[in-house]
Antibody, heavy 115, light 113 residues
């Protein structure tokens, strides 16, 4: 069974940092692009970042560019999102998503940025 | 950037009746490889999104056949032939044609009248 398990969410003050992780199982992790998508309170889905399986290239939404860093460890089947200089508007549930076609989603981890 | 526009925002439906959701993109979603990477997702209350349809009209495994997708170019539609209580939730379209910048529609809330 394909599974994605996020962790690392929590409460952080504006300007702080947080690192999210996603443990993948049930599929050949190294062969798939991986994506982070977030959903603010009562809001829709927003693509955040993608890391390519082919060349490890990283891509970001303008709203997080320069502050967030996506990475992957294929030996551990793990995806990460380092979030720096957090803002109140980064408050959201963050989903780890398999592939650019988004066929499998994790349960999400909640990030709250507040003073 | 590609903008995805869904309508309506809210869709009250009587049980057993059909429902239709529109999704329009600001640019063509036909990829250079000839495919169109337009997906539909369902998010039930309190749950993670679940993909229903990929590449415009292909149902994911386990998705009831009352769900169907159609469209081309910039105009796409998700139809539910006969709405059931378990279909309540928010539906999103998403384009992956313009990889790596993925874009979601704003969502359509389906509720029972």
């Amino acid at each position: 069974e394909v599974q994605l398990l996020e962790s690392g969410g929590g409460l952080v003050q504006p300007g702080g940092s947080l690192r999210l992780s996603c443990e993948a199982s049930g599929f050949m992790f190294s062969r798939f692009d991986m994506t982070w998508v977030r959903q603010g309170p009562g809001m829709g889905l927003e693509w955040v970042s993608l890391i390519s399986a082919t060349d490890g290239s990283t891509h970001y939404a303008d709203s997080v560019k320069g502050r967030f860093i996506i990475s992957r460890d294929n030996s551990k089947n793990t995806l990460s999102l380092q979030m720096n200089s957090l803002r109140v508007e980064d408050t959201a549930v963050y989903y780890c998503v398999k592939g650019a076609w988004a066929d499998v989603w994790g349960q999400g981890t909640t990030v709250t940025v507040s003073s | 950037d590609v903008v995805m526009t869904q309508s309506p925002l809210s869709l009250p439906v009587t049980l057993g009746q059909p429902a239709s959701i529109s999704c329009r993109s600001s640019q063509s979603l036909v990829h250079s490889d000839g495919n169109t990477y337009l997906n539909w997702f369902q998010q039930r209350p309190g749950q993670s999104p679940r993909r229903l349809i990929y590449m415009v009209s292909n149902r994911d495994s386990g998705v009831p056949d009352r769900f169907s997708g159609s469209g081309s170019g910039t105009d796409f539609t998700l139809k539910i032939s006969r709405v059931e209580a378990e279909d309540v939730g928010i539906y999103y379209c998403m384009q992956a044609t313009h990889w790596p910048l993925l874009t979601f529609g704003g969502g359509t809330k389906v509720e029972i009248k």
